[in-house]
């Protein structure tokens, strides 16, 4: 009787070879299967060779090699070719076998396909997956959710594979039921979308306006990278800065103004709307790569709109560099916060019992998002599990409170200069919105009221009251219903 592996996965794809490289490294035999079969044969005489795996030809056969409860592990591309495999699997598996979705599938898809799944006597786990190819090889960080019965199953596995952190505690454990585990790796890769856009804008105002050569932005995100700013995108734009072509050329001032994005960050945003929850700073940065991809029209635009042009910096740079530091800190600070108060609305919404310190902590090594910043965030809900908002935590007051000169003497030089800062700006308008006591939403609900009968609420009355103004004395009574769209 030939030997069973411990887990199969389907998908030899980058993520997928090194996720299976990664499980078989530590312990465990894995089956694996490509719909290329070519593609296994390749990988078991290649990276695979000489090592504990079973490189199966057929669905069957992968089914048939496994050990029970069966844990399949799907690395394809999202969409329909999750569904496809699932409904090929179904027939081959037994009652309490688990299908475990690992791609970056839409949460509302992967709460289909648990309910799906359970209804057919199966488990099932959808899995947010963050590292890259270097991560999936020597650790990622891994948000599971899905089947709760299926997690004990899976455990051993992955948080022998994950990322570990201080005193070797892993980046790894369950988030909820249904569709809990890629929602929050949705907001993770939000984060992700704002981070980069922050730390982009930061790079333009170094060379555009201060007049930094790449080497001294290399020598500069270098320092930052060892005090609250330590992270990994910090790290790589460092190395970026440096790289250099075979003719001696700087790498990135070849490489064409326009991004490009996979659909998760704009999942994000959207999430937000439907939420209600203003998610400002992601939302401008996924828009910010839409303008970016509009390159004809900017350099059309360009000879043709007016506006200023970045001014010679006469100042004391090494100051205005320590208030971008500044500056880029504290929007990090408040893009978590709103994509933790984005997990919050969701978790009442769907019934989630989400461990915020617990997914700080599960970011805090091995995803594209890792920082020592995040550790600041796991004391915080340590602190104060119920804090309604990061920002009103007392270590963060402070930091924002030191930030505030050099945070607002940043965004003011770069509007003055015709620097676009759209999420720098965006996180400075959130703060000063989310502290301001009395907004004007009191003349919008006036002009609602005005033109719609919408009504509104008064001061000198208690909250859920609503009230109607014949503002031009030729409306008559009737009103329109109060609703949330």
């Known amino acids: 009787m030939k030997e069973l592996s411990d887990i199969g996965l389907i998908g030899l794809a980058v993520m997928g070879e090194n996720l299976v490289l990664n499980m078989e490294s530590k312990g465990f035999r894995v089956s694996v299967y490509n719909r290329t079969v070519e593609k296994v044969d390749k990988f078991i005489a290649g990276r695979g060779a000489g090592k504990n795996f079973y490189g199966a030809h057929s669905l069957e056969d992968l089914v048939a090699s496994l050990k029970a409860p069966r844990r399949v592990f799907l690395m394809v591309k999202a969409g329909q070719p999750v569904d496809d495999f699932i409904e090929k699997l179904i027939p081959l598996l037994d009652k309490g076998d688990i299908i475990i979705d690992g791609g970056n599938s839409h949460f509302p898809d992967t709460a289909r396909r648990t309910a799906y799944v359970e209804s057919k006597g199966l488990q099932y786990i959808g899995t947010g997956v963050s590292g890259g190819e270097e991560g999936a090889l020597k650790g990622p960080s891994m948000m599971p959710g899905g089947s709760p019965a299926a997690w004990p199953h899976v455990k051993p596995i992955f948080q022998s594979i994950c990322a570990k952190v201080e005193g070797g505690v892993p980046c790894c454990d369950w988030v909820g039921e249904g569709g809990a585990g890629h ?180 970011w805090r090594g091995g995803c594209i998002i890792r920082s020592v910043f995040l550790g600041k965030i796991k004391e915080a809900f340590d602190k104060n599990p119920a804090i309604a908002n990061l920002l009103l935590d007392s270590y963060f007051q402070g930091k924002l409170a030191d930030a505030q000169k050099g945070w607002r003497n940043v965004i003011a030089s770069a509007v003055v200069n015709g620097i676009p800062v759209p999420c720098l700006s965006a996180a400075l308008e959130y703060y000063d919105g989310y502290r301001t006591e009395r907004l004007p939403a009191n003349l919008l609900q006036a002009q609602r009221d005005y033109f719609g009968a919408h009504t509104y609420e008064r001061t000198d009355k208690p909250r859920g009251e609503f009230f109607h103004t014949n503002w031009t004395g030729e409306g008559g009574d009737t009103v329109a219903g109060t609703y949330i769209a």
Not at 231 to 244: C, G, N, P, Q
Not at 263 to 274: M, P, Q, V, Y
């Open 183 to 362: 929602f929050v790796k949705m907001v993770h890769n939000g984060i992700e979308y704002g981070d980069i856009q922050l730390i982009c804008e930061c790079y333009q105002i170094m060379k555009d306006y201060l007049g930094m050569t790449n080497e001294e932005m290399h020598e500069t995100f270098a320092e930052w990278n060892k005090g609250d700013l330590d992270s990994y995108l910090v790290e790589i734009t460092r190395d970026i800065l440096a790289k250099k072509d075979d003719d001696g050329k700087y790498v990135l001032d070849y490489i064409l103004d326009t991004a490009g994005q996979k659909g998760t960050g704009k999942w994000t945003a959207i999430a937000a709307l439907d939420q209600g929850v203003p998610l400002t700073l992601i939302g401008e940065s996924v828009f910010a790569r839409c303008l970016s991809a509009q390159k004809e029209e900017r350099v059309a635009a360009a000879k043709i709109l007016e506006g200023p042009k970045p001014a010679r910096f006469t100042g004391d740079r090494a100051a205005f560099l320590e208030d971008l530091r500044k500056a880029l800190f504290s929007a990090k600070v408040v893009s978590y916060a709103q994509g933790y108060a984005l997990m919050r609305s969701a978790a009442k919404e769907y019934g989630w019992n989400l461990n915020y310190g617990g997914i700080a902590l599960m």
